[in-house]
């Protein structure tokens, strides 16, 4: 049974951060790529960053590069995303799922993610 809970968000404001955790039970995340996504109200799902197992390469939409960090916590089978200097642009329902080679968060192949969590709502506002 694989299972997938992302946590830690909430109502922020402008220029705030806030930290997502990305927590699978049943698989190791070792062995797995891992995607962010977001979908906010009235706009389609688009990829966020992602983080490849075997290079430790990262990736980063515009929109959030420079302001996003994905991470791994040693010891801990939670990845992680801080989000800074938020926007309110921002407000989205966030998820994490298993994403191959990258291919859902850089094309857009969101049928190859896999393990989706059930997501988690950020609302950037005053």
């Known amino acids: 049974q694989v299972d997938v809970v992302e946590s830690g968000g909430g109502l922020v404001q402008p220029g705030g951060s806030l930290k997502l955790s990305c927590a699978p039970s049943g698989l190791f995340l070792d062995s797995y790529t891992i995607g962010w996504f977001r979908q906010a109200p009235g706009k389609e799902r688009e990829g966020v960053s992602c983080a490849t197992n075997g290079n430790g390469s990262t990736y980063y939409s515009d929109s959030v590069k420079g302001r996003f960090t994905v991470s791994k916590e040693a010891g801990k089978n939670t990845m992680y995303l801080q989000m800074t200097n938020l926007r309110p642009e921002d407000t989205a329902v966030y998820y994490c799922?298993?994403?191959?080679?990258?291919?859902?968060?850089?094309?857009?192949?969101?049928?190859?993610?896999?393990?989706w969590g059930k997501g988690i709502l950020v609302i950037v506002s005053s």
């Open positions: 799922g298993a994403d191959p080679e990258c291919n859902g968060v850089l094309y857009g192949a969101f049928g190859t993610v896999d393990y």
